[in-house]
């Protein structure tokens, strides 16, 4: 049974920080990308990163790019989102997915196993 559990979501000021972490079980960890999506109230989920599968390329949604950093330790089957700067307009939910690919994609539909969420809450 394929298990994705994020944690370390909570209740920031704006301009604080957050790690986020994401641990998988149940599946080839070292074959699958895997990305992070938000998905905030009344609105669509959205990419925010993502990491490839040999964890050599990243890709970033524009609206975080240069606060936000993505990895990850494959002999841990954990991948990481380091949040810093954060806005209130980053105030979501935040998912971690998995996808069979070696590329990382910021199509949500190719991200096969996704986990239960974690909220992070920004304050200005």
């Known amino acids: 049974q394929v298990q994705l559990v994020e944690s370390g979501g909570g209740l920031v000021q704006a301009g604080g920080s957050l790690r986020l972490s994401c641990a998988a079980s149940?599946?080839?960890?070292?074959?699958?990308?895997m990305g992070w999506f938000r998905q905030a109230p009344g609105k669509e989920r959205e990419f925010v990163a993502g990491?490839?599968?040999?964890?050599?390329?990243?890709n970033y949604a524009d609206s975080v790019k240069g606060r936000f950093t993505v990895s990850r330790d494959s002999a841990k089957s954990t991948v990481l989102l380091q949040m810093n700067s954060l806005k209130p307009d980053d105030t979501a939910v935040y998912y971690c997915?998995?996808?069979?690919?070696?590329?990382?994609?910021?199509?949500?539909?190719?991200?096969?196993?996704w986990g239960q969420g974690t909220q992070v809450t920004v304050s200005s």
């Open positions: 990491v490839s599968w040999g964890g050599g390329t990243t």
């Open positions: 149940g599946l080839p960890f070292k074959w699958y990308a």
């Open positions: 997915a998995a996808a069979q690919s070696s590329a990382v994609t910021s199509n949500l539909y190719d991200y096969r196993y």
